[in-house]
């Protein structure tokens, strides 16, 4: 930077920019923070129970077309979920079998391959998840809502 003759104040030393503190991909964790927001992004039972609570007062006020989409968005979230957990559970069950399979083809009696697939801890609390079916009441009545409307 130019200074001037009028300006022969201190120099500022530069500062360093401390890069941010990285996980290592792979890492322990990198795993738990994984974890951590798949299960915040899954909503709790108090919070389906406010999320139903939100739809049976826009069918009170007569927001009916809001109503729907919430109640519409919930499910197609919670059916995704469930599918794609479903589907992850699969894949995963797929591939152990594939590596047990090729470590008996490959080694010997009693040798053991280092390479299958293990299941983790938390593999076991990402399978738990799963969000609250809404109240039956709502279920029935969009359904008959659903039968009513053209």
Do not use: W
Not at 7 to 17: A, D, E, I
Not at 22 to 27: H, I, N, Q, T, V
Request: net charge positive; charged share 35%.
């Amino acid at each position: 930077r130019h200074r001037s003759k009028f300006n022969k104040g201190k120099k500022q030393k530069s500062k360093k920019k401390k890069g941010k503190n990285r996980r290592k991909p792979g890492s322990q964790e990198e795993l738990n923070s994984l974890v951590f927001t798949l299960k915040s992004s899954c909503p709790s039972d108090e919070y389906a129970r406010i999320i139903a609570d939100t739809i049976r007062y826009l069918i009170r006020v007569q927001e009916l077309s809001l109503a729907t989409e919430v109640y519409k968005s919930y499910n197609v979230m919670r059916t995704t979920i469930a599918k794609t957990q479903t589907e992850r559970i699969e894949t995963t069950r797929a591939k152990k079998l594939e590596a047990e399979k090729q470590s008996r083809i490959v080694g010997e009696k009693g040798h053991e391959d280092p390479h299958i697939l293990v299941e983790l801890p938390v593999e076991k609390e990402v399978d738990e998840l799963s969000c609250v079916e809404l109240d039956s009441s709502l279920v029935e009545f969009f359904g008959y809502l659903s039968v009513c409307s053209p």
